[in-house]
């Protein structure tokens, strides 16, 4: 069975920094796109930033460059969003996504071409 599970948010002050963890189950992240997407209030769903099966990254827009970088761990089977510099604005409920991704070039940036989803995980930026 393909599963992938969030962790690692939480409540952070402006300013300070989380790891998101999505930890998968039933299938190797060898050959898989990665991505993560988070959805505030009241909002829709957007991507943030995904990586390729060859370690190739992709920012979906400037608001998280600089301050969120994505990586994977095959060998744990697990990959990884790091947030830096968190803003109240980031506050939403993150999810990480999969597809195959046989040809390793850039990843995608639409959601639509991810085929397994996690549950999320809620971050809250607040003082």
């Known amino acids: 069975q393909v599963q992938l599970v969030e962790s690692g948010g939480g409540l952070v002050q402006p300013g300070g920094s989380l790891r998101l963890s999505c930890a998968a189950s039933?299938?190797?992240?060898?050959?898989?796109?990665i991505g993560w997407f988070r959805q505030a209030p009241g909002k829709e769903r957007e991507g943030v930033l995904c990586?390729?099966?060859?370690?190739?990254?992709?920012y979906y827009g400037d608001s998280w460059r600089g301050r969120f970088t994505i990586s994977r761990d095959n060998a744990k089977n697990t990959a990884y969003l790091q947030m830096n510099s968190l803003r109240p604005e980031d506050t939403a409920i993150y999810y990480c996504?999969?597809?195959?991704?046989?040809?390793?070039?850039?990843?995608?940036?639409?959601?639509?071409?991810?085929?397994?989803w996690g549950q999320g995980t809620q971050v809250t930026v607040s003082s």
């Open positions: 990586i390729s099966s060859s370690d190739r990254m992709t």
């Open positions: 039933g299938f190797t992240l060898d050959y898989y796109a």
């Open positions: 996504a999969t597809y195959k991704d046989t040809s390793g070039g850039s990843c995608t940036t639409s959601p639509i071409r991810y085929s397994d």
